[in-house]
């Protein structure tokens, strides 16, 4: 990683990028760690004025890292300040990182919790995300600056090793029933998060060949854990924000395995993988926009490592996969960002294969949404064990009605209660819509988490019997059926069993896709069919866009110039709109300042245990 040629390959608009965010960069004061920030998280719940912090400090030191590497900066020690500002600035950065008492995500520290203290302690550290991601952007940084940081910043690297070695390999090898292990069979995205940064840890910062082998042992271990729960058709119930958490460190854990250690140590070929790469342009909508169950947002951050993708796609023969993550990156306009990690970014700006295919690619007619029409994108995906479908009018592209619908329970990993819920795109842009994960606080994985309003089922496009669905894996869809065909895709579930125990005896949801023809254009038919029970039943559909209402219909306007129109019996619902203002700056990124709600009721007065109707709701571009 030295190699200058590796870095004076990388291309112009990359490089001009990184070096002009370095020196603004340059120009701003260091981030600063703060006691009175990290407790926050158990005084107010407040995790963003540490998190934030911690996260800007990781990007400075990766953007001043990739900022040393690609003007190849160097100066002795002796020389004055300003002789390699870059890499002072990365020094400084490190130093700040391996001074900090914690590098522990304060909703994390079990250990703090049960001390009933508000601060860390730096002799009992606590092995979480936020160890691991700064235990891998110090390796990184050891890995390409290494003998520049010795002749600038002598006995740097020695601080950096002590560090990691009592924050993470330590407590890895002494505590070995981790929860993040899933020893229990629950083994979720911070095993190969946690996992493979220990594994690039040991890799490039432990000296101790013994020691070494023993940590790559217990990593290849526990990656097992999570190979194991993962489903065969790669479906993934965090979402798809959380496959670039989960799933993508995994394949990032087992190239680096497959590099250090060749065939015996080469996992790669294992089938689910095949499946598992496949999982986000499955769940593409168009342009940045997905299929968000659990907490994902509909709008995909764009500090993804394409080039991961890109070249999984490639070493398992699957264009498709290939295809999409090349349009994203290109659509991204640079081949790697700081605010991918360290690690990403060092490995997407040395792949000469990612550099040649985004430097080289016409993205019109590729890319995805705006970009062009998404020839990756599957007509139908049905993924029976997290029981998602996703369809829409054609293959190939964005064009026309998309839908997509889930069952699954209500104790998913970051479940949000929305068993039966749907959402309906049009030209690629969610307009019936999830509204995602809001900024996460320290109640968001405890008992409080649905006090939260966008996790609540009243805000999921789900339907209301005077109650609302309950949290656990007894609430869930029943006899769940998939059927796909030329001309309709349909999806069904029994959604009783998601509301409270003997509210209701049944509640049959039918959700169809009808593809055109001469006769009919293409629309979308959610119907709902109550058995005995409450007398009224509200159906909720959350909007993005400009809402009109009238008497059995509303039409939806969306962003790019598109309308969407639902219509109904009259005589059966009567539809009200509430608008909901969106303060929380993660939604915000999604959906901008407000969402609409339209609930359709039935009529209150009709007597209990009378036979009831289903109800219907027809959705089409409105033309």
Aim: hydrophobic fraction near 40%; include cysteine; glycine fraction near 10%.
């Amino acid at each position: 990683m030295t190699d200058r040629g590796v870095w004076d390959a990388v291309d112009a608009a990359t490089r001009t990028a990184l070096l002009a965010a370095a020196e603004k960069e340059l120009g701003r004061p260091e981030p600063v760690l703060r006691a009175s920030d990290w407790s926050r998280a158990f005084r107010d719940g407040v995790r963003t004025a540490y998190e934030d912090q911690a996260r800007a400090l990781r990007h400075r030191t990766a953007l001043c890292v990739l900022a040393a590497v690609l003007t190849g900066e160097s100066a002795p020690a002796q020389a004055p300040p300003g002789a390699a500002p870059y890499l002072d600035a990365a020094a400084d950065a490190l130093m700040a990182l391996a001074e900090a008492t914690t590098w522990c995500w304060a909703p994390h520290d079990r250990f703090t919790t049960a001390r009933a203290e508000v601060v860390p302690d730096p002799g009992e550290p606590f092995l979480d995300l936020g160890a691991a991601e700064v235990a891998s952007t110090l390796a990184w940084a050891d890995h390409v600056l290494g003998p520049r940081l010795d002749e600038r910043v002598p006995g740097l690297r020695r601080r950096l090793r002590r560090e990691v070695r009592l924050r993470v390999f330590e407590p890895f090898l002494r505590i070995r029933d981790w929860h993040w292990i899933g020893l229990d069979g629950d083994a979720h995205n911070w095993n190969p998060w946690v996992h493979g940064a220990v594994l690039t840890a040991a890799l490039l910062l432990c000296d101790d060949e013994t020691e070494r082998a023993e940590l790559v042992r217990h990593v290849a271990a526990g990656l097992g854990h999570f190979v194991e729960v993962l489903p065969d058709d790669g479906g993934v119930d965090e979402g798809v924000a959380y496959w670039w958490l989960g799933a993508c460190r995994l394949m990032e854990a087992l190239d680096l395995l497959a590099a250090v250690g060749g065939a015996p140590c080469d996992a790669r070929g294992l089938p689910v993988l095949a499946e598992l790469v496949r999982y986000p342009y499955r769940m593409h909508f168009g342009g940045p926009w997905y299929v968000n169950v659990g907490d994902a947002p509909a709008r995909l951050p764009d500090e993804q490592p394409w080039h991961v993708l890109f070249r999984w796609g490639g070493r398992l023969g699957d264009p498709d996969v290939s295809a999409h993550a090349l349009a994203c990156g290109v659509a991204r306009g640079v081949t790697a960002s700081h605010e991918d990690g360290l690690g990403r970014a060092l490995s997407g700006l040395s792949d000469p294969a990612w550099s040649a295919a985004t430097t080289g690619a016409d993205p019109s007619g590729q890319g995805p949404g705006p970009h062009g029409n998404g020839a990756w994108l599957p007509r139908d995906v049905w993924l029976p064990r997290v029981q998602v479908l996703v369809a829409r009018e054609r293959a190939g592209t964005t064009e026309g009605l998309a839908l997509a619908v889930k069952g699954g329970h209500n104790d998913e990993r970051h479940n949000h209660l929305d068993v039966g819920s749907y959402w309906v795109a049009l030209d690629g842009e969610p307009v019936i819509v999830d509204i995602g994960q809001p900024t996460y606080t320290a109640a968001s994985f405890g008992p409080d988490r649905y006090d939260a309003w966008p996790l609540r089922s009243g805000w999921h496009n789900v339907p209301d019997p005077g109650a609302g669905q309950r949290p656990g894996a007894g609430h869930r869809a029943h006899a769940v059926r998939a059927e796909t065909g030329d001309r309709t895709t349909e999806w069904s579930a029994d959604l009783a069993p998601a509301y409270p125990d003997g509210l209701l005896g049944e509640l049959r949801r039918t959700v169809r896709l009808v593809r055109a023809t001469a006769a009919e254009p293409a629309h979308i038919v959610v119907m709902d069919e109550p058995a005995a029970g409450p007398a009224a039943l509200a159906l909720r559909h959350v909007l993005a866009g400009d809402v009109r209402l009238h008497e059995g219909r509303a039409v939806v306007g969306t962003a790019g110039g598109g309308a969407l129109r639902l219509t109904w019996d009259p005589a059966l619902l009567t539809g009200g709109l509430e608008h909901q203002p969106i303060a929380d700056p993660t939604l915000r990124r999604s959906w901008g300042h407000r969402l609409t709600r339209l609930t359709l009721r039935t009529d209150p007065s009709r007597p209990p245990g009378g036979a009831p109707r289903p109800l219907s709701v027809r959705i089409e571009r409105a033309r």
